[in-house]
């Protein structure tokens, strides 16, 4: 894992205006201490509702990583845990 690219990732990602979408009909219940799965088929507005739900809160309390992006090419499964 190659931690510059990551570290660069997530900093324009914390510096970043939140994307304008349009809102979910979707009710997801939150408990900040559990992880959500929200599955769907592609182009479905996962992401986009992802996002919604991360500008509700607060954006650094999330993590969201975007593996199309080419920084983090580098990044394996074995390498969750440090992240």
Excluded: W
């Amino acid at each position: 894992m190659e931690q510059g690219e990551v570290r660069d990732y997530l900093l324009a990602y914390l510096q970043a205006p939140p994307p304008v979408l349009v809102p979910r009909e979707l009710d997801v219940r939150r408990k900040v201490s559990l992880i959500q799965t929200i599955l769907g088929p592609r182009r479905a507005g996962k992401s986009s509702y992802l996002h919604q739900l991360i500008a509700q809160a607060d954006r650094r309390k999330a993590l969201y990583l975007n593996f199309e992006d080419t920084r983090l090419s580098s990044v394996g499964p074995a390498d969750f845990l440090k992240l």
